[in-house]
């Protein structure tokens, strides 16, 4: 299982830095993904690192004010938000790729608790 953390209650132009950690598995094979979900809306992508640490990829909403990075040796994966806006608030979850398209959330698995992100204006 994966466990987010991170969030909390920030005012916008703030910064936060989430954290997924990995429990039973070696996150170096894995392909990881931060998608968030606001009430009332779907679950979408955020970001995601491919296996190797190599490539990294953002929704157009976040490029530029997110990033996302993997420190293997502690079997973790970041996102860094800076610049964040009121619309940037939800619940963020980190998960595994497993099969499919990498921007869709039915293409991850191992799905953790999130962590609740408030943006204030």
């Known amino acids: 299982q994966l466990q987010a953390s991170g969030g909390g209650l920030v005012q916008a132009g703030g910064s936060l830095r989430l954290s997924c950690a990995a429990s039973?598995?070696?996150?170096?094979?894995?392909?990881v993904g931060w998608f968030r979900q606001a009430p009332g809306k779907e679950r979408e992508f955020v970001a995601f690192?491919?296996?190797?640490?190599?490539?990294?990829y953002y929704a157009d909403s976040v490029k530029g004010r997110f990033t996302i990075s993997r420190d293997n040796a502690n079997n973790r994966v970041y996102l860094d938000m800076n610049s964040l806006k009121p619309e940037d608030t939800g619940v963020y979850y980190c998960?595994?790729?497993?099969?499919?398209?990498?921007?869709?959330?039915?293409?991850?698995?191992?799905w953790g608790q999130g962590t609740q992100v408030t943006v204030s204006s």
């Open positions: 998960a595994v790729h497993v099969s499919g398209r990498w921007y869709d959330a039915a293409a991850y698995g191992y």
């Open positions: 039973g598995r070696t996150f170096s094979r894995d392909t």
């Open positions: 690192t491919v296996r190797s640490g190599g490539n990294t």
